[in-house]
């Protein structure tokens, strides 16, 4: 059974809430290295696929 829209949405928001929080916590004498990088751009796809299901979600709602 496929999950809705939302609440793929709401777990990737989450997952990109965690990316961020390893990020923050894997940093060293800077945050220009390459692991906190990787964190901060796997972190922001969470969010940008988390906006964008939210908006396919309310667009299927408003279609009903």
């Known amino acids: 059974m496929r999950h809705p829209f939302l609440t793929r949405a709401v777990l990737y928001f989450l997952v990109g809430i965690a990316f961020i929080y390893?990020?923050?916590q894997s940093k060293e004498s800077t945050v220009?290295?390459?692991v906190t990088l990787i964190f901060?751009?796997?972190s922001a796809l969470c969010f940008f696929v988390?906006?964008?299901?939210i908006?396919?979600?309310n667009k299927?709602?408003?279609?009903?």
């Open 22 to 24: 390893f990020g923050v």
């Open 32 to 34: 220009w290295n390459s």
């Open 40 to 42: 901060a751009a796997v």
């Open 50 to 53: 988390s906006f964008k299901m």
């Open 55 to 57: 908006g396919y979600h």
């Open 60 to 64: 299927l709602r408003k279609k009903k």
